[in-house]
């Protein structure tokens, strides 16, 4: 608001004038272009929702292939290698006592043995830590 006295000299009579102003915002489609805003932001967060979705089915299914893998490497050497070392061995014991063994292959055989052995406690520990990222990833147990 502006107030002020008006001196017209020799041009008329003295006064006073008075000018009142006030702002009005105009927001000619703020609210279409909230909702937009609104529409958008949903739309952003059902994108990443879906991507997040992906990368852990994604890494589910990695997870169980390696599983099913280690299962199988596991079962194959208790099934088959395992008992053929063990035949070996006690083969190779057996033929020793007799002499027609080296001391060398049976030892060979039970190096073999154990490492059959080493190979399976890996495979079942993969098998463990495979669950275990599994169970980490669905947030419970298995």
Same mark, same amino acid.
């Given at each position: #608001?502006? =107030?002020?006295?008006?001196?017209?000299?020799?041009?008329?009579?003295?006064?006073? #004038?008075?000018?009142? !102003?006030?702002?009005?915002?105009?927001?000619?489609? *703020?609210?279409?272009?909230?909702?937009?805003?609104?529409?958008? +932001?949903?739309? =952003? $967060? @059902?994108?990443?929702?879906? $991507?997040?979705?992906?990368?852990?089915?994604?890494?589910? !299914?990695?997870?169980?292939?390696? *599983?099913?893998?280690?299962?199988?490497? /596991?079962?194959?050497?208790?099934?088959?290698?395992?008992? @053929?070392? +063990?035949?070996?061995? &006690?083969? /190779?014991? =057996?033929?020793?006592?007799?002499? &027609?063994?080296?001391?060398?292959?049976?030892?060979?055989?039970?190096?073999?043995? $154990?490492?059959?052995?080493?190979?399976?406690?890996? $495979?079942?520990?993969? @098998?463990?830590? @495979?669950?275990?990222?599994?169970?980490?990833?669905?947030? /419970?147990?298995?």
């Amino acid at each position: #608001m502006k =107030a002020g006295a008006i001196d017209r000299t020799g041009n008329g009579p003295n006064g006073y #004038m008075a000018e009142i !102003g006030f702002r009005v915002p105009l927001q000619w489609g *703020l609210h279409e272009a909230q909702q937009r805003e609104a529409t958008a +932001q949903v739309g =952003a $967060a @059902q994108a990443r929702r879906q $991507a997040l979705e992906l990368q852990i089915q994604s890494e589910l !299914g990695e997870f169980v292939a390696d *599983l099913a893998g280690s299962r199988k490497t /596991g079962d194959l050497i208790r099934t088959q290698l395992l008992p @053929q070392s +063990q035949a070996l061995l &006690r083969s /190779g014991v =057996a033929g020793y006592g007799l002499g &027609r063994a080296e001391l060398v292959d049976v030892l060979r055989a039970e190096h073999d043995l $154990a490492d059959q052995r080493i190979e399976l406690l890996s $495979a079942e520990f993969d @098998q463990q830590r @495979q669950l275990a990222a599994i169970e980490r990833l669905i947030g /419970g147990d298995l």
